[in-house]
Every structure is written in structure tokens, then in C-alpha cells.
């Protein structure tokens, strides 16, 4: 069974950064799509962005508009997603997922269905 420890949340003013770090135990890891999601209250899990098994290739949604960045280190088995430039809509609870299956379509992965596995989140509270 793959665990999924998500950390690096947190209270941060508008405008600040965070780094969120997904370390997973499991050392087939470099085999998996990963994928970072959040969820405010009363609003539906949405992705923020997936990355390849090797880190080459990647997507974003629409609203994050370039401030954030994920990547990862197989060796170490963990995804990171760097945010920039924070804003208060930003605030909501950060989940890191895993798909160890065949590789799925770009638009297959925008749905949580897509992934096998999931952290327990972090929380992310952005100030005004």
C-alpha cells in the first residue's frame, strides 16, 4: 500500500510563498503520474497541476496563471509544488496524488478518478 505524506502548509500573507513537499513510500515511485489538487470549503477537489513519470512533462490549470511550479525527484520520491505570489483565494487544503497505472490521456488526468493513491493534505491559509 503506497502512503502520501503531504507538508509545508501553512498561514502566509498575500503575496508570499510556499513550497509543498509529497513524499511517497513506495519505491516504485518514478513509475507513477503525479499530481498535486485542492479543495476549498464548499467547492469540488480541483487540479492544480500534473507532472510524467520522469519530469518532462506537465500541466497547469488555468487559474494558478504561472505562479506556481511543480516538479520532482524520483531518487528521493517526493513532488514538490512551488507557489508564488499567493492570494487569499489560494486558501484551501493542498492534496498530492498518485496514478500507478497505464499512462492516461492529459484529459483523463485532470479528473481525481485518474489517481490511485492520496495524501491526507495540507492546509494552506492565505492572509489578506
Known amino acids: 500500500q503506497v502512503q502520501l505524506v503531504e507538508s509545508g502548509g501553512g498561514l502566509v500573507q498575500a503575496g508570499g510563498s510556499l513550497r509543498l513537499t509529497c513524499v511517497a513510500s513506495?519505491?516504485?515511485?518514478?513509475?507513477?503520474?503525479m499530481a498535486w489538487f485542492r479543495q476549498s470549503p464548499g467547492k469540488e477537489r480541483e487540479i492544480i497541476a500534473h507532472?510524467?513519470?520522469?519530469?518532462?512533462?506537465?500541466y497547469y490549470a488555468d487559474f494558478m496563471k504561472g505562479r506556481f511550479t511543480i516538479s520532482r525527484n524520483n531518487a528521493k520520491n517526493t513532488v514538490v509544488l512551488q507557489m508564488l505570489s499567493l492570494k487569499p483565494e489560494d486558501t484551501a487544503v493542498y492534496y498530492c496524488?498518485?496514478?500507478?497505472?497505464?499512462?492516461?490521456?492529459?484529459?483523463?488526468?485532470?479528473?481525481?478518478?485518474?489517481?490511485?493513491?492520496w495524501g491526507q493534505g495540507t492546509q494552506v491559509t492565505v492572509s489578506s
Open positions: 513506495e519505491r516504485t515511485f518514478s513509475s507513477a503520474t
Open positions: 507532472i510524467s513519470r520522469s519530469g518532462a512533462v506537465t
Open positions: 496524488a498518485g496514478r500507478w497505472r497505464l499512462r492516461g490521456s492529459s484529459e483523463a488526468l485532470l479528473n481525481i478518478n485518474a489517481y490511485d493513491y
